[in-house]
């Protein structure tokens, strides 16, 4: 499917794998894809909607054979809730070209590949000036870079305040028995509140960097081969109350 208009609802669609991106929308006031399934295609759906409000609720995104598989950039209010991705050759869920207001919930993400460029290999990542966006209750696991990172650099000009929150998470680091390289990565975050995460198997907790004006407190974090936390060019960063 390639859309351009102002809506596009998918409701109960059932997919099956193309050669080119299965999915691509530039709606420019809706994007509704309820208990989809989508199978394969270079990017399982592509939402490129900078005036559009986007959902994507429950529904199974797979086997994404170039890309990642639910890739969302310039949206302005945005939800990914109840989703399985699962199998991608990038990463599962992404959001990133100044993506803001995002609820990224109660998804489940595993099987994450890092591709012949180094990219990729994430759960779900935030990227690229992604701003005053939550994302909790997520379980990632067996994701081969790592289950989560917030990578909010931009692409070019000064650093935004991203006021992000990360709560609630289960991310554990195990790919195919092999540890991952980070349970959960803060990059370039600005006032974030990182909170109740259960962090395992990865070979690094936490690394946070160029992080400023951040919180991270109340998470479990456990078998770990490197440290549990890193701050590295981190001035205003608090780590406290952690297990």
Partial sequence: I??????LILKGAKIKPSRSINVVTRATRKVLSQDTEIDGGMITLYAISPTAKVEVIGGEY???TLYDNIQILNGGDVVVERVRSKDSKRSCIVI????????????YASGAKI??????GWGIAASVNSQDSVIGMNVCLNNQRGPMTVDTYP??????????SVFGNILGGKYNDAYATTGLGLNNVKHGNVTGNIIFSANQGILAVDSDHTIVHGNTIMDTVDFAFQGYLSPNIAFKGNT
């Avoid at 390639?2 to 809506?7: A, C, F």
């Avoid at 692409?155 to 992000?164: A, F, K, L, Q, W």
């Fill in 2 to 7: 390639k859309h351009s208009g102002d809506n």
């Fill in 115 to 120: 591709d012949g460029a180094n990219q990729g």
């Fill in 62 to 64: 797979k086997n994404s």
């Fill in 96 to 107: 990133g070209n100044s993506t803001g207001k995002a609820r990224i919930f109660g998804n």
């Fill in 155 to 164: 692409d070019s000009g000064p650093s935004v305040d991203n006021r992000i």
